[in-house]
């Protein structure tokens, strides 16, 4: 069983950083691809960003493109999404997901392994 926890939410102004961290542990795959989602009040959850195992592959969603950065430091088993020019609506809970697949998906489905999220607010 593979553990994800995520850290590094909190409350921030609008066009403030946050920079988000997702360790893993027990059971780990050599290959994994490393994503976050989001999900704001009465959204459905929605895919931001993701990275491969070898950091050659990566994919934002439109709305965060230019302003939210993922990497991963695979020797700390973490991923990192460094977010600035944060918007009020970049308000929700992010979660990180793990797949032991090679390239990066952006629906739910395609990722097993889930956090149990950590609360961004950002207020105007």
């Known amino acids: 069983q593979v553990q994800l926890v995520e850290s590094g939410g909190g409350l921030v102004q609008a066009g403030g950083s946050l920079r988000l961290s997702c360790t893993t542990s027990g059971r780990t795959f050599t290959r994994t691809t490393m994503a976050w989602f989001r999900q704001g009040p009465g959204k459905e959850r929605e895919f931001v960003a993701g990275i491969n195992w070898f950091s050659d592959a990566t994919d934002y969603a439109d709305s965060v493109k230019g302003r939210f950065t993922v990497s991963r430091d695979n020797a700390k088993n973490t991923v990192y999404l460094q977010m600035n020019s944060l918007k009020p609506e970049d308000t929700a809970v992010y979660y990180c997901?793990?797949?032991?697949?090679?390239?990066?998906?952006?629906?739910?489905?395609?990722?097993?392994?889930w956090g149990r999220g950590t609360q961004v607010t950002v207020s105007s």
């Open positions: 997901a793990a797949a032991g697949t090679l390239g990066v998906g952006v629906t739910t489905g395609q990722y097993p392994y």
